[in-house]
């Protein structure tokens, strides 16, 4: 009885399910560019910064350009926000990829040529290992290794959306320095 029961009620389900479709809402199929609405009405050309239809591919991206400046040429460009990672003001051109075993951004950045040959020196953090809580010395930590995970080659791009953000720095030295080290665990208790 139970099972007839329970049989019953998943017929009544599918049935509820069936009888209530939206048939409002357009199917997609790849083979077309039809445009798919959801139940607000809002076209999928209309969703998102990209103002085309969703499905198709053919994307073009908008001129831009990076800087051809070779290291040492270039103007340090202020972080976005306090302890941001830096933009890379100059060219990466036969500096890439970055590897463990081949790292060129060290040649000038690690904190003992940094200041001898005019560049930045890397911050405190990448001689510290937050995993086992403890300074790495002289040596760069095995996790700062892939300088463009975090940082990267300014371009001349234009913002895809208007943006007003104005950063505030606590102390104006910090535009081109980390204080990160020193401040890391501030608000937390």
């Known amino acids: 009885m139970f099972?007839?029961?329970l049989v019953g009620l998943g017929i009544f389900?599918?049935?509820?399910?069936?009888?209530?479709?939206?048939?409002?809402?357009?199917?997609t199929n790849s083979s077309t560019s039809e445009e798919i609405k959801t139940e607000a009405g809002v076209s999928d050309v209309d969703i998102g910064l990209r103002r085309s239809d969703?499905?198709?591919?053919?994307?073009?991206?908008?001129?831009?350009?990076?800087?051809?400046l070779a290291p040492g040429e270039a103007e340090v460009i202020d972080r976005s926000?306090?302890?941001?990672?830096?933009?890379?003001?100059?060219s990466t051109d036969?500096?890439?990829?970055?590897?463990?075993?081949?790292?060129?951004c060290l040649s000038c950045h690690v904190k003992e040529l940094a200041t001898e040959v005019g560049a930045t020196a890397m911050p405190a953090t990448h001689y510290f290992d937050f995993r086992a809580n403890k300074s790495t010395g002289d040596v760069i930590s095995d996790t700062r290794f892939n300088c463009t995970l975090c940082h990267v080659p300014q371009?001349?791009?234009?913002?895809?959306?208007g943006n007003t953000f104005k950063p505030v720095f606590d102390d104006a030295t910090l535009k081109n320095k980390s204080n990160l080290i020193d401040v890391i665990n501030e608000g937390v208790n």
């Open 54 to 68: 969703l499905a198709r591919e053919e994307v073009v991206l908008p001129e831009s350009s990076f800087t051809t």
């Open 81 to 90: 926000f306090e302890n941001a990672p830096p933009f890379i003001p100059h």
């Open 3 to 5: 099972k007839k029961m």
């Open 13 to 27: 389900a599918m049935l509820f399910i069936v009888a209530c479709k939206d048939n409002s809402t357009k199917e």
């Open 155 to 161: 371009s001349n791009a234009k913002p895809l959306v």
């Open 94 to 104: 036969g500096l890439l990829p970055i590897t463990k075993d081949n790292n060129m």
